[in-house]
């Protein structure tokens, strides 16, 4: 398994922004995608978007297309999650994942077989 240490979450109005980070212990060679996923209070943990980090090539769930940007730095082992115009509906707890993706739901859960300790993101209306 990788471990991986987010930062980052924090809490911001309505319209705000804020970057998550989330640095892996270098085993790269073991995963080739990372994730970025959330659970709000109640509610399923979900998919928020995720990279390959081979190309840097990026998906994203639709509740957060045009405001999220994912991006993988391999020379520092680190995913960023941008979140911009960010809602009260999107706060939550925000978990990075790793894991080896080879077809299917690219943002189902099963395909990651490491995860962070989360960070709590709260945007207040």
């Known amino acids: 398994q990788v471990r991986l240490v987010e930062s980052g979450g924090g809490s911001v109005q309505a319209g705000g922004s804020l970057r998550l980070s989330c640095v892996d212990s270098?085993?790269?060679?073991?995963?080739?995608?990372m994730a970025w996923f959330r659970q709000a209070p109640g509610k399923e943990r979900e998919g928020v978007a995720a990279?390959?980090?081979?190309?840097?090539?990026?998906y994203y769930a639709d509740s957060v297309k045009g405001r999220f940007t994912i991006a993988r730095d391999n020379s520092k082992n680190t995913v960023y999650l941008q979140m911009n115009r960010l809602k009260s509906e999107d706060t939550a707890v925000y978990y990075c994942?790793?894991?080896?993706?080879?077809?299917?739901?690219?943002?189902?859960?099963?395909?990651?077989?490491?995860w962070g300790q989360g960070t709590q993101v709260t945007v207040s209306s």
């Open positions: 270098g085993s790269s060679y073991s995963f080739n995608t």
């Open positions: 990279v390959a980090t081979a190309d840097n090539s990026a």
């Open positions: 994942a790793a894991g080896s993706y080879g077809e299917g739901k690219i943002l189902d859960s099963t395909h990651y077989t490491s």
